[in-house]
């Protein structure tokens, strides 16, 4: 443990940097302490971890109260009884005590689901972020250092902190501009969840790099002598593609290994901006350039903050590679992201140009607000943070960044919210275009307003990209339009209760709305009605609830028949009953029950008995093929069934539902339909797949649920992941 903290107490001197050692030692002393007795997974004692992430935060060159709060980063979860944030305040000031605040994890409280809980944590990390960025950091570095120990957790922990990593942790730290950590996160996080392609990819690369390995010295030679011979001082690096780069690449634009031209790069770096376009001018004239494979991120920065020149060239060889051109200023940046002002600046949190960059996590919050949808707020970060960026113009020359595919609204909305609601038209590139035109790169987009229109169409919900766009329409039509969404609302709630058996009343409606209403922590029926109807939260998301309340206060009042499709009667109609398994059958006893795979039946369908010759009693859905077929020539066997209403005191029995999934043929695909199912917490009990036309798979898959309420939600969730083009119950050949 002390080798540990003598390393990072090496690091931190050998910065130059004033550190307080005196403060940081005082502070993995109370760390060491409060830890005392506890151990990871792996056998070593828990300060290890601590140290661990201090040492990659003194990597980043953040200040001593990072270093401290790194140190202290989970002694009030782990230590609670022992410590709180009053004493830790008191011993190391409000800043670290903020930090450690921001760090700890949220307590357990009871969510609904998982995806609320996953909703909360996310937002709540945003919030820590806009108070002090150092959060992230710190939380960045504490992730890094779990998956490079996470080889000692089972393999279903395994999985889940990899897909979180991957798909949370990897892409903050990319809009942080902090390439070294996501690079790392992506490559540890991709060999968790596909070993197996992970192994592949890094054997090609192995191979590729052994049959040029002396490529990169020699060019990087040949370069660095002919930009000397130009009286540019400059320093090269040399790099080989990292797995993740070459694997996501080959996977989502479908190239064979041997296309991945970028795999080799020269990165140069000089002292000003003019001499990066010399040294371009230089590469140019000794090396023939691929058309299309430039890029200046130099005029147009990204959005976290990267600047660089890239050009793909032909070696003299034959052998394709990618040069980077920067300045050491650029370089840094592009290494640390926005902690670069902390390693080569002052990082004052006043810091003007700072807070800029910042802006967008603000944004994020305000705008992430008004969502209580926990599908929506997760596809909007993926959105607005996570996905590539699309560069505009305004009519004056102003850059305008924005999610990729976003169209002309979002522009709109992106310049104002009133410009936004005032929009009747749009030009790109001087030509009207329809509204919702999806935006590229370069155009330059003008927005035609008109004072007399009478705000956005709700229609425009569905065609923005952008959450920013979507919460601005949202507020328009929660201030201005509370009558109209309150119908709205009532009549998406009234079609959807129109698909259960059986009929309502006006005041049955009310008290199902109600109900619905309350459990979901909303005043009353009418604020329910007006946030479906403004768009802030979708039908679908509690129609779970809207069956349960349903079936409690509608199907008893009212005797359901037992099938739609016909007039299946049983001849007996003796009244005692027997309890088998789930259901409950009239007119018999003792016999053997079991559910028929012509029609998979679920809690929450109709259901009817049929008497088989040897095999006991068959239970079918009411409107199954099978039943309505027969029912002429075999009356006499049909007999009356109902699910069981479970007490509550016993646990739920679980039942296997059939799907038929139709996506996109890609290798990642059944890893996408799994993790999505291990989220939820979902079995897969059976799965088969096979070859649907040219780029499309059919997979069949049996998985777990409790009712086809749960059933449902399920196919609801997996129609959201990308490439799932259909998906349907049961087996369909």
């Known amino acids: 443990m002390q080798d540990g903290f003598d390393t990072l107490l090496s690091t931190l001197n050998s910065t130059g940097k004033n550190y307080n050692i005196e403060k940081i030692t005082k502070a993995y002393e109370f760390a060491k302490q409060l830890h005392e007795g506890q151990f990871r997974k792996s056998g070593e004692p828990y300060i290890c971890h601590p140290v661990a992430v201090a040492e990659i935060v003194a990597g980043l060159g953040l200040d001593t109260d990072s270093i401290c709060a790194a140190l202290l980063h989970d002694t009030i979860e782990d230590c609670s009884d022992k410590v709180d944030l009053t004493k830790i305040k008191k011993e190391f000031g409000d800043q670290v005590a903020d930090i450690v605040d921001g760090l700890t994890k949220l307590v357990k409280i009871p969510f609904n689901d998982k995806e609320d809980e996953q909703m909360e944590n996310l937002r709540k990390m945003f919030l820590a972020m806009a108070k002090d960025i150092r959060v992230i950091f710190i939380k960045l570095a504490d992730r890094l250092h779990n998956m490079r120990t996470l080889g000692a957790q089972s393999e279903e922990k395994r999985r889940l902190i990899a897909l979180e990593t991957m798909h949370v942790y990897a892409p903050l730290a990319h809009r942080l501009g902090m390439q070294r950590i996501k690079q790392e996160l992506e490559n540890l996080a991709l060999s968790y969840l596909d070993p197996i392609g992970y192994r592949e990819v890094q054997s090609d690369i192995d191979r590729k790099f052994g049959m040029n390995k002396d490529f990169i010295v020699n060019t990087r030679a040949t370069i660095e002598k002919k930009v000397r011979e130009s009286g540019i001082d400059c320093t090269l690096e040399g790099r080989v593609k990292s797995v993740y780069s070459v694997y ?161 609204i979002d522009f709109a909305y992106h310049i104002h919210s009133e410009v936004g609601n005032r929009m009747v038209g749009a030009k790109v590139n001087g030509k009207i275009v329809p509204i919702d035109r999806t935006l590229e790169n370069g155009e330059i987009v003008e927005i035609l307003t008109s004072s007399t229109t009478k705000g956005p169409s709700r229609n425009w919900l569905k065609i923005v990209k952008t959450s920013e766009a979507k919460a601005k329409i949202r507020q328009w039509f929660k201030k201005e339009k509370r009558a109209e969404n309150i119908i709205a609302g009532r009549d998406e709630i009234v079609a959807e209760l129109r698909k259960y058996p059986g009929s309502f009343t006006e005041e049955q409606l009310n008290t199902i709305v109600t109900n ?60 005692y009953s027997g309890e088998y398994g789930s259901v409950i059958v009239d007119g018999l006893e003792g016999c053997q029950v079991k559910f028929a795979k012509c029609c998979n039946p679920l809690p929450g369908d109709n259901i009817v008995g049929f008497i088989t010759k040897g095999y006991g009693i068959s239970v079918h859905k009411c409107d199954c093929p099978n039943i309505i077929n027969n029912t002429a020539q075999n009356k006499d066997r049909l007999v009356n069934v109902e699910w069981r209403v479970s007490s509550g005191e016993q646990k739920e029995d679980q039942f296997e539902g059939l799907m038929q999934i139709i996506a996109d043929d890609r290798i990642s695909m059944l890893a996408d339909i799994s993790g999505a199912l291990a989220d939820m917490r979902v079995s897969i009990m059976q799965i088969n797949t096979q070859k649907k036309g040219a780029d499309q798979m059919m997979i069949n898959m049996g998985i777990s649920c409790k009712n086809l309420a749960h059933f449902n939600n399920i196919l609801s969730r997996l129609k959201s992941i990308k490439g799932v083009n259909d998906i349907r119950r049961g087996y369909v050949k």
């Not at 960059?357 to 970060?381: G, H, Q």
């Open 248 to 408: 996501r690449k080959m996977f989502k634009q479908n190239k064979s290994f041997d296309e991945i031209y970028d795999f080799y790069a020269i990165r140069i770096i000089v002292d000003t901006e003019l001499e990066c376009y010399t040294v371009l001018g230089i590469i140019h004239d000794m090396y023939n350039s691929m058309p299309g494979r430039f890029k200046d991120y130099i005029s147009i920065p990204k959005p976290n903050m990267y600047r660089s020149l890239h050009t793909t060239v032909i070696g003299h060889d034959g052998v394709p590679f990618e040069v980077q051109i920067r300045t050491w200023e650029m370089h840094h940046i592009a290494e640390y992201g926005i902690a670069a002002h902390w390693k080569y600046k002052s990082g004052d949190r006043g810091d003007a140009g700072l807070d800029k960059k910042l802006e967008w996590i603000a944004k994020l919050v305000e705008n992430e607000s008004s969502t209580v949808d926990p599908d929506e707020f997760i596809d909007a970060l993926k959105i607005d943070i996570f996905q590539d960026e699309t560069f505009v113009f305004t009519p004056k020359g102003d850059v305008v960044t924005l999610p990729q595919n976003s169209n002309c």
């Open 516 to 575: 619905v209403a309350v459990r979901g922590g909303v005043d009353c029926a009418d604020d329910l009605y007006n946030m479906i109807g403004y768009g802030g939260l979708s039908v679908n998301k509690i129609s779970g609830r809207l069956r349960d309340e349903y079936d409690k206060i509608v199907l008893p009042a009212e005797e359901a028949p037992i099938t739609e499709a016909s007039q299946i009667q049983t001849a007996d109609k003796r009244r």
